[in-house]
């Protein structure tokens, strides 16, 4: 198994990124996915999650309205689209894969992380 993000970097507040996960060894239309995130200093946040079919949609009420969850099982990719980003959106983001059968709460995969800064 493995998962590879990718698409973080440096956003001015209320700037906008997009972050990818790539997904491979495993079938991953049959998994839910997260994102979760690590601010310096702080314990890991969850931020969203989605089914395995990507029919259902979970935010975190500190990114509802901003972030938009979203996975391609045709390309085994996992996305997120971070609009209106504020500082305390600074932190490493992972991917993470559900243990089967559950849409979050409980991870057995994780990416490396990408790094996402908002500053002026």
């Known amino acids: 198994v493995q998962l590879v993000e990718s698409g973080g970097g440096m956003v001015q507040p209320g700037g906008s990124l997009r972050l990818s996960c790539a997904a491979s060894?495993?079938?991953?239309?049959?998994?839910?996915m997260s994102w979760v995130r690590r601010a310096p200093g702080k314990g890991p946040e969850w931020v969203s999650g989605?089914?395995?079919?990507?029919?259902?949609?979970y935010y975190s009420d500190s990114v509802k309205g901003r972030f938009t969850i979203s996975r391609d099982n045709a390309k085994n990719t996992l996305n997120v689209q971070m609009n209106s980003l504020k500082p305390e959106d600074t932190a490493l983001y992972y991917c993470?894969?559900?243990?089967?059968?559950?849409?979050?709460?409980?991870?057995?995969?994780w990416g490396q992380g990408t790094q996402v800064t908002v500053s002026s």
């Open positions: 989605i089914s395995a079919s990507g029919g259902s949609t």
């Open positions: 060894g495993f079938t991953f239309s049959d998994y839910a």
């Open positions: 993470a894969r559900a243990i089967l059968g559950i849409n979050m709460g409980e991870y057995d995969y």
